[in-house]
């Protein structure tokens, strides 16, 4: 799958450069991660003469959940259960590189030939780092 964005059509100098710091902050985290529940990273080029990003995905040919229900009706409970478990499986590896996603929904919830679930779309995801005692702590002067 590749995903050609344009960066800063119509945009100002600040918002184009907002913009690509956002989009180089969901690549560092798509590069980082290499799970059977994640979508994929390949590669990304940018063209800067069109002033367009090319993302290269793994590409999952079944569509969202939220298309999939759309099409089909309710999952069975059966269905519900693999889905979620796999769902899970695949945020508890996000969390343990210390990632949240932040945008979890139907649409962000891809489904592959085969029927594994699989997660896309970290724009609004955060990395974070553990809490220590003096995280809270704040000097008096």
Known sequence: KVLPLEVGNGLNTEEQRAHLQSLEHELSLYRRFQHRHIVGYIAAHMDFKTNTMYIFLEYVPGGSIASMLDRFGAFSEELCRKYTRE?????????GCKVIHRDLKGGNVLVTRNGRVKLADFGASKAYHEATITDGMKSIR
Do not use: D, F, I, P
């Open 87 to 95: 769902l899970l499986m695949g945020l508890e590896y996000l969390h």
